[in-house]
């Protein structure tokens, strides 16, 4: 039996942060023939032109500042789906590293998804929609001088672990993504921080991290893919 139109299942809403960046991009181009997309980004022309190009709802966010994130949210209707992508990293000796790149770090990369989350949870609850934090091998082995980077990635896991019991009863899935180093104009800041040169095909494509998060939000719902580690291939 056909559908009919009228009948037919409506097609999940995918929040992204930071959609404009190497794997948010290749996501949202993934994504969009399936799904309705929300992506999420400071704003300005990058941002304007991908939504022209998906048909595609911008909010923009400013991710230093939690506070500002009700209003920015203030009547954007259903969300399925939520992918925490966006991310800073600023590497550097505990030594060295002020109180202020901490906080930034934090703020960002742990306190920004965290106050998403809780206000976006009804529609997800409603929806039985997925979460997936884009996580980092940072969050599961810290590194000399990444502890700020590591110490945010580490929270951010136990943001999603403790996530996923507490909504486990609403039909809430929740999945941390852990990639490798990926091709991103993240990797090339982090090379340049390093003394190292950038070579985009020494890293993980963003395409293939992107088809991984997008199987995490596709996957029957008789499964969970509650952490999924990315790593290069061994042709690599």
Known sequence: ?????????ARPVTLVTGATGGIGAALAQRLAPTHDLVLGGRGGAALDALCAELGATPLRLDLTRPGTFAAAL??????????????VVD?????????EVWTHT??????????LTRLLLPS??????????????????????WASYAASK???KALADALRGEEAGHGVRVSSVYPGRTATEMQRKVRAQEGAAYDPAA???????????AFVLDAPRDAALTDVTVRPG???
């Open 91 to 99: 590497l550097g000796a505990v030594e060295t590293q002020a109180h």
């Open 124 to 145: 997800v609850r409603r929806e039985r929609g997925t979460v997936v934090f884009v996580n980092s091998g940072a969050g599961l082995n810290a590194n000399p001088g």
């Open 74 to 87: 203030d009547g954007l209707g259903r969300v399925t789906n939520v992918v925490h992508n966006a991310g």
């Open 203 to 213: 890293f993980i494509d963003p395409g293939t991290v992107a088809a991984t998060i």
């Open 234 to 236: 061994p042709g690599q």
């Open 106 to 115: 934090l703020t960002v990369n742990t306190v920004a998804p965290a106050e």
């Open 154 to 156: 580490h929270a951010l």
């Open 1 to 9: 039996m056909t559908l009919s139109p009228a009948s037919a299942p």
